[in-house]
Structure formats: structure tokens, C-alpha cells
């Protein structure tokens, strides 16, 4: 009897092994293909939305199908990872791109399986490339609707915005041989000591928030040129319409508005000899943006209290020295000014001429500090924010002159 | 031989752990969406609100059950409200966990689905969870309460420890302004928190097996350690939420607390994939908190009948709980259970039990009356 228990035990513990070994849900590594950049243009450099699958000149039949609803609209283009045993192939790439055209991402996607050997496997998306040909002709929103809804992409990825055709800068190698999504978008990841790149709050995940809390958005703008990429400046959105682009002083100042960054160069002329240069290179900042209402008058406050060293010096050094603190003071002075002119600068361009928020920064002050005031004024934000003036105080703290005087 | 596992006595300290696991389960990933959506901003303050409405309660609850030592509420329900007046309060305790089981077991089924196995059907992932939770289930208190205990300190830590890496995009301002500008609205969204805190009402349950160990403010005061534990981590979950995604942000998706961890970077380190650890931690919680309450089930009908084993019962309930989560698989369909849910748990709490304890205290002063 005891022995007929163990046999049927031991029968069970078995049949149990079965059931529980290995996953249903399994995914070998060399199964998939790693889907690194994605890249939207429109379909051709001629192609006009609205236009029939069939009358599109140019698109390569394998990079096509039949389309029972909607345009040839958009080229997707996805960078693939090359996994190799050897871990490079001759021609040292270790990436490849393929392409569609269609105007759903997902369909698109689905027919690119046509293309590839493996499922294509999101999980490590790492950037978004935007050709400005698309967000001329559609709105932000409904490009990312895809990459916001699946579930395998993750919120941290990359958003960039390029004047010209996206493609190439998948096709692109980077001359330390990374692999090319890695290295587009470990470039945004260096913006706390780059103030011309607005790296901080501008990936896929914030700029959903952005959108679904009716903010303007800002993406960086990158750009390549002589096989080289650059990234400075911004695309400026109205809600999720493309607006224009901001130049890196533009950048730097809504930096400084926000608080967002975490070092920064800001150059002067020397105070005594204006054909040289003098650099702050800013470590440390105290950065309050308020917003007060005076009756019917709303106005906002911001105070910058910036601690730094002196980062260069380009005048004769023996002329001055920066030991003296009647210098230091005049420095100071002189570099506040220069943060007050890189404040309105950005002012002017973003809320004077394009009318925009950037990111939601006065909004969501007002929304956190005069909520009443903000259920009166926030259906007519755009306009109300166009004309509210900004006060700006602030103070310079030099606190070491480097390693010689 | 006796049956260890047979327990019929309960510290204060144990019978807390048991309410604090058996409310903390699926809801704390399943209800934050409708949350935002009815309190927005002052979600904090709802959930203070529901955590002492629902205190005050399981007050009630305490007091009524002193008034029937040795009782459960299918012992004294017939007492005070007749056969078929009691038949209904008990069907009634017994369709707040049924109702509850089967929205967690079909949400569970879901979020698994969609972020951690795609390939495997709902329906199968349903299937294992409620396996393992049967088979739980049919064990003696004992056991339950051990588990309980155990996954009190090991599920809940790791769920906290990865919980709390999202504040590394925490931004406070996401939290403001913090009082409410409509109170009516955020005080009726307090009462809706009540899927977040439900499953205290296992106390008329288990109050039997405590009271001769402590007296009715010792326990008062267990219960409150108990609902001060569920209101932090409630409040741990939803502030981060609205400090990582903003209310507007948060509400246009079904699951915010996993799309909060999905943000979470470690820049330097090997980890990602975030909720796949913190799910890995809510599954048990999950798993307890079905656990515990397709025993009360069991117990409720095994004492309604007068049987000595609720393990029939359970095996009974067992296909009925797997299909009715799967026929919740349509989302008006869901909705309105949703809404009649709330609308049981809450006349429960609010209108039966006070009912409860006032005819109680009628008939025992009507009895002291006529035998004095």
C-alpha cells in the first residue's frame, strides 16, 4: 500500500515537472530582431498625403503593400541590431535599417515581418527620429500614438526632430563604431552639462504627459551634415502641432526658466577688454519661477542664484587678476547680466513670437500656485500667457577662479 | 492526533496582519485609474477619508461581534434579522468577496497578459492563479495564517523596496495644489476608494477566534495600526503616481502604477524592466489576499449548512469563480459589477452593520425588559 502512495507521488511530482518546465511564453535571444532607432519621413520627397498606393513614383515595391485603406503617407524606417557570433560583420556595421510605407505604424511594422527573418522586438527602442516633412503635414500626437499605446516600448525612449530626411541618421555609423541607436541617444543623455540640448523632460514619456495635459511640447532638433550628427536647438510645439524651431540661446534661457539644467557655460566679454572672452561654468543653482496675481494682474517672478567657477579666461591674466574681489564682483555683475539677456532672449522667442508654453512651464506653476486663478484663466492660457510679464532677478556667485588666477 | 493546523485562537497583532493582507490585493494596480478620475488632484485625501470611513466600520464591525461572543456573522444574523432576513445578510457578506475575487482574478488576468506574458491567454493565466489559490484555500486556518504572515514580510518589503524607485521621477509639483477646490466630490470619492480597503469585513469572521484575548479597545486600537498601515501604502502608491504622471496623464491610461515603473531608468545597472520585479511581488499579495478570501467563502457556506469541512464548498465555488471572471471579459459588463460592487460593499458597511448593531441592542434591551 505504502509503496503504491510513493509510486503515485512520485507519478505526480512528474507529470507536475512537465507542466512546469520551460515558459509558454518563451523568446530565444537569437529569435529576435532588436529594434534600436525608428525613423519617420514622409513617404517620398513628392508625396502628398491623399495620395494612392499605386500612383506613388519612387517607393521601392519592397517597401510597399497593398493598402485597402489610407496613404502611401509615412516611410518607417527601423535600425535592426546585427547579432553575430564574431560580433561585427566585415563591413565593421553592426546595425541595419529596413523600411515601409503605409500610413498605420503598426501595419507598416506587421508587413515589415516580410522583411525579417525574426519578430521585431521593441523592448530596447532607444530613439525616434522625426522628419520635420511629417510634422509639417500631421500633428505629434497622432505619430506616437503607436509607440505611446504598445506595450514594449518604454517611456524613456528618445525624441528627436531633424529638418531634413530622418533615414540617414539610422543608416549613420558613428565613428567610435557604437551601435547607432545606443549612440543617438546617449548624445541627449549628456544635456546636464550641455545647455543648448533640452535633454531633460523631452522623451517619449513626458511628451505624452505634455500631450494628454494639453502642454506644448519641445523636442531636440538634431541634424547631420559631412557624416556628422549634431544635436542643439529644439522643434516648438503648440500643443501637438509643430510650430517652428528655437536656436540653442533659446534653449539656454527656457533651461534657466525651468531650472533644468545642471551646469552651464555662459560667456561674457571681458569687462575691461571686450575683444576677449571670460566663461562661468555654472555647478550649482537655486532657481525659483513664481507666479503672483495682482487683481486682475498676473505676473511671474523667477530668481536664479547660480554658484560657479571661473571656467576660462581669456584676457591677458596679468592685467587682471581674479583674486581681486572687486573683479570677481564686476565678473559677477557682468555674468548676471548676461543670464537676465539669455532669460528675456528665450522669452522673446518663445512667448512673443511663437506664442509657447515650452514644456508647460508657467502652466503648471500656475496650476500648483494659484489654482484658482488657473480653473478662471486656463481656457484661454495661450492667450493670457502671450502677455504676462516675467521679473527677473538674479545673482552670480563665483566661487573659485580654477587652478591659476 | 490533533490537527495543528486547526487554529481556533488569534492574537490581536495576527487577526491586524490578516485584514491588512486580505484588503491590500489586486486593487492596489487595478483601482488607481478610477481613483484619479473621481478625485483627481485630492486622490490623497480620498483615500484618508476612505481609510477612516471604512475604520469606523470595522468598528462597528468589532462591537457587534462583541455582542455575540463565539459567533460568526452566520451565527447571529439569523439572531437578529430571522431565517430569511439573515439568509440574506449572509449571501450578502458572502457576494462582497465573491464579487471582489472575480473582478481581481479577471484584472490580474489582464495586466499579466499584457505586460508580462503576451503570449498566454488570460483565460490560462486566470486558470494557475486560481489553482494555486484553491489549493491554499482548502488548507486549515492555520496554514492560510502562516502564509499570511509570511508573505506580510517578504511580498510587501520587495513590493515597497521596488515601488520606491520611482521617485527617482518623482516631481512634487505634479502633487499641487493639494486641497481639494470641490470637498462634496473628494469626500464622495472616499467612499469609492472602498475596492482599495474592502476584505476588512472578514472580521465578523474571525472575531471568535480573538475576543477572548483582548478586549474591544485593545482591538480597536489593532485595527486602526491595521487601516494606518493600508492608508500609507495606499497613499505611497497614489502620490507617486500623480507626482510621476500628473492626474490628466495618469487617467488616460488603464494601469498608471505599471506605467510608473515602467519609467523607472537605472542608468549603470543591469536591471531593467522594472514591473516585471514589481509584479513579481504583487502576485503573491494577489495570491493571498484570493486565498484568504475563497476560504471565507467556503467557511460562510460551511457554517450557514452546518458541516464541519469547508473544503466541498470551496472546490464548489472554484468553476463558478473561473467562469464569471472570464464572462467579465466585456468591459460595460464590467463596469456595471464594478458599480454594484461598490454599492454592496458600501450598504454593507454603512447600512446593514449599524442596522445590525441597533437591532442588537433593541432586542437585548427588550429581553432585559421583559425578564426584568
Redesign the interface.
Known amino acids: 500500500m505504502v509503496v503504491k502512495k510513493e509510486f503515485l507521488a512520485c507519478s505526480m511530482l512528474l507529470f507536475l515537472c512537465m507542466l512546469t518546465a520551460g515558459c509558454w511564453d518563451r523568446r530565444e535571444l537569437q529569435e529576435r530582431n532588436f529594434v534600436l532607432a525608428v525613423a519617420i519621413d514622409m513617404a517620398d520627397a513628392g508625396c502628398q498625403p491623399g495620395v494612392k498606393a499605386g500612383q506613388v513614383p519612387g517607393v521601392n515595391r519592397t517597401e510597399t503593400f497593398f493598402q485597402p485603406h489610407g496613404a502611401k503617407r509615412y516611410r518607417l524606417s527601423l535600425q535592426l541590431l546585427k547579432l553575430q557570433a564574431d560580433g561585427e560583420s566585415k563591413d565593421n556595421t553592426k546595425t541595419y535599417v529596413i523600411s515601409n510605407t503605409g500610413e498605420s505604424m503598426l501595419e507598416m511594422i506587421r508587413d515589415m515581418l516580410g522583411q525579417s527573418s525574426k519578430s521585431l522586438w521593441f523592448e530596447h527602442l532607444q530613439v525616434i527620429i522625426i522628419s520635420e516633412a511629417v510634422l509639417k503635414q500631421t500633428g505629434l500626437s497622432e505619430v506616437l500614438d503607436f509607440f505611446i499605446r504598445d506595450s514594449e516600448i518604454r517611456s524613456r525612449v528618445k525624441l528627436y526632430v531633424t529638418s531634413g530626411q530622418a533615414r540617414p541618421f539610422l543608416e549613420y555609423t558613428p565613428p567610435s563604431k557604437e551601435i547607432g541607436g545606443m549612440y543617438l541617444a546617449d548624445i541627449s543623455r549628456l544635456h546636464t552639462r550641455n545647455i543648448h540640448v533640452a535633454g531633460a523632460r523631452t522623451d517619449l514619456g513626458f511628451t505624452s504627459q505634455y500631450l494628454d495635459n494639453n502642454a506644448d511640447p519641445v523636442l531636440p532638433r538634431i541634424e547631420l551634415a559631412d557624416k556628422i550628427v549634431k544635436l542643439g536647438g529644439i522643434a516648438v510645439f503648440k500643443k501637438d502641432q509643430f510650430v517652428g524651431y528655437a536656436d540653442e540661446y533659446a534653449v539656454a534661457g527656457m533651461k534657466m526658466i525651468a531650472g533644468t539644467e545642471k551646469s552651464a557655460i555662459v560667456t561674457i566679454p571681458c569687462p575691461d577688454d571686450p575683444e576677449h572672452q571670460v566663461v562661468f561654468e555654472l555647478y550649482r543653482h537655486d532657481t525659483r519661477l513664481q507666479p503672483h496675481v495682482d487683481g486682475d494682474n498676473i505676473y511671474f517672478t523667477l530668481d536664479i542664484n547660480m554658484y560657479g567657477n571661473i571656467g576660462e579666461l581669456q584676457e591677458d591674466n596679468k592685467a587682471q587678476n581674479t583674486m581681486d574681489p572687486q573683479y570677481l564682483r564686476k565678473l559677477e555683475v557682468a555674468f548676471a547680466d548676461e543670464i537676465k539677456r539669455t532669460v528675456f532672449y528665450a522669452q522673446q522667442v518663445l512667448q512673443k513670437q511663437m506664442r509657447v508654453d515650452g514644456v508647460g512651464t508657467f502652466a503648471r506653476k500656475m496650476r500648483a500656485y494659484e489654482p484658482d486663478v488657473w480653473e478662471k484663466v486656463k481656457d484661454q492660457w495661450d492667450e493670457t500667457y502671450a502677455r504676462i510679464p516675467l521679473i527677473v532677478s538674479v545673482n552670480v556667485y563665483i566661487e573659485n577662479v580654477g587652478s591659476h588666477q | 492526533m490533533t490537527n495543528l493546523e486547526a487554529k481556533k485562537y488569534m492574537s490581536p497583532l495576527q487577526l491586524a496582519i490578516v485584514v491588512f493582507v486580505t484588503c491590500v490585493g489586486g486593487q492596489i494596480m487595478l483601482s488607481p485609474r478610477e481613483l484619479l478620475e473621481s478625485a483627481g488632484q485630492s486622490a490623497w485625501l480620498a483615500i484618508i477619508i476612505g481609510g477612516v470611513a471604512f475604520y469606523v466600520s470595522v468598528c462597528l464591525m468589532l462591537k457587534l461581534g462583541k455582542e455575540y461572543p463565539d459567533e460568526t456573522i452566520v451565527d447571529y444574523a439569523p439572531k437578529i434579522f430571522g431565517r430569511w432576513g439573515g439568509g440574506l445578510v449572509i449571501g450578502w457578506f458572502n457576494a462582497l468577496f465573491f464579487l471582489q475575487i472575480i473582478e481581481i482574478f479577471y484584472g490580474v488576468g489582464k495586466i499579466i497578459t ?7 491567454p488570460p483565460e ?1 493565466v486566470i486558470l494557475s492563479l486560481l489553482v494555486v489559490c484553491t489549493y491554499c484555500a482548502l488548507q486549515e486556518w492555520g496554514t492560510i495564517l502562516r502564509i499570511q504572515q509570511i508573505l506580510f514580510f517578504v511580498a510587501y518589503s520587495m513590493l515597497i523596496i521596488v515601488w520606491m524607485t520611482s521617485l527617482l521621477n518623482l516631481q512634487l ?2 502633487l ?2 493639494l486641497w481639494p ?1 470641490d470637498t462634496k466630490l473628494v469626500i464622495s470619492a472616499g467612499f469609492s476608494t472602498w475596492p482599495m480597503y474592502s476584505g476588512y469585513e472578514c472580521v465578523l469572521l474571525l472575531l471568535p477566534m480573538v475576543y477572548r484575548h483582548a478586549s474591544l479597545s485593545k482591538l480597536v486600537k489593532t485595527m486602526g495600526g491595521a487601516f494606518g498601515c493600508l492608508t500609507l501604502i495606499f497613499l505611497l502608491v497614489i502620490i507617486i503616481i500623480i507626482g510621476v ?2 492626474v ?2 495618469g487617467k ?1 491610461m488603464p494601469y498608471p502604477a505599471l ?1 510608473v515603473i ?2 523607472v ?1 537605472l ?1 549603470g545597472t543591469f536591471i531593467e ?1 522594472l514591473e516585471n520585479y514589481l509584479l513579481l511581488a504583487w502576485i503573491p499579495i494577489v495570491f493571498d489576499t484570493l486565498a484568504a478570501m475563497m476560504f471565507f467563502m467556503g467557511q460562510v457556506c460551511m457554517r450557514q449548512y452546518r458541516q464541519v469541512d469547508h473544503r466541498p464548498w470551496v472546490l464548489l465555488w472554484v468553476p463558478i469563480i473561473y467562469v464569471s471572471s472570464l464572462l467579465l471579459d466585456d468591459q460595460q459588463l464590467y463596469n456595471t459589477v464594478n458599480k454594484y460592487t461598490l454599492w454592496a460593499g458600501l450598504s454593507f458597511s454603512f447600512g446593514v452593520m449599524p442596522l445590525s448593531l441597533l437591532v442588537s441592542w433593541w432586542q437585548k434591551w427588550r429581553a432585559r425588559k421583559d425578564g426584568g
Open positions: 499584457f505586460y508580462m506574458f503576451d503570449r498566454t490560462v509639483e505634479n499641487l495644489p477646490r504622471l500628473t490628466d496623464h488616460s506605467t515602467r519609467s531608468e542608468p524592466r
